[in-house]
């Protein structure tokens, strides 16, 4: 399993201060929770044939990364 790391804004009650926080999430989380929209948004641009012929979750993790700026998070079996 593979773990990513985000930064995101945590905003006070006041909305004076803002700090940021690093949420971890797992590639099943990223499934469940970005792949759906991910892929119906792919289908709606280039149909559904061409989004399961060609497409995978690697590509939407790949977008998902870029999107939030997320880095893996290394494994500590290597």
Known sequence: M????CSR?????????????T???SED???RI???EWYQSMCNTYGQEIVDRYYTFEHCLRDW????WATEIPSSDS
Do not use: N
């Open 34 to 36: 970005y792949y759906p």
């Open 2 to 5: 593979r773990y990513f790391a």
């Open 29 to 31: 989380d990223i499934r």
């Open 65 to 68: 990364k870029y999107i939030t």
């Open 23 to 25: 949420i971890t999430y």
């Open 9 to 21: 804004p945590l905003t006070d009650i006041d909305s004076t201060t803002e700090t940021h926080v």
